[in-house]
């Protein structure tokens, strides 16, 4: 089992800057991608950015150019810094991550943290 825990949310004003941080813990070795994905009230669960553990991202068109994520292996955390936020921008965060489990794959994910962009 991993643990994923974010940290960072907060209420903005439009065009300011948060970090959200995410902490692994547990069964962290052969951990490859780790990402942040958002949920808006009334929506589904939607990409934000990923990651993988040789450093490769991938990010959605709504956020490329606003946000960077970024990891630290050897401390198994995530990062996303958000700047330019828009309201648009207001969802919970999750952070999630995928491992390799004999041939297979398992998925894990944070519990959330809130982000509010004020117009």
């Known amino acids: 089992q991993v643990q994923l825990v974010e940290s960072g949310g907060d209420l903005v004003e439009a065009g300011g800057s948060l970090r959200l941080s995410c902490a692994a813990s547990g069964s962290i070795f052969d951990i490859n991608t780790m990402g942040w994905y958002r949920q808006a009230p009334g929506k589904a669960r939607d990409f934000v950015a990923t990651?993988?553990?040789?450093?490769?991202?991938n990010y959605s068109d709504s956020v490329k150019g606003r946000f960077t994520i970024s990891r630290d292996n050897a401390k198994n955390m995530v990062y996303l810094q958000m700047n330019s936020l828009k309201p648009e921008d207001t969802a919970v965060y999750y952070c999630?991550?995928?491992?390799?489990?004999?041939?297979?794959?398992?998925?894990?994910w944070g519990q959330g943290t809130q982000v509010t962009v004020a117009s």
């Open positions: 999630s991550v995928d491992k390799s489990v004999g041939l297979g794959t398992e998925y894990y």
């Open positions: 990651i993988t553990r040789g450093g490769s991202t």
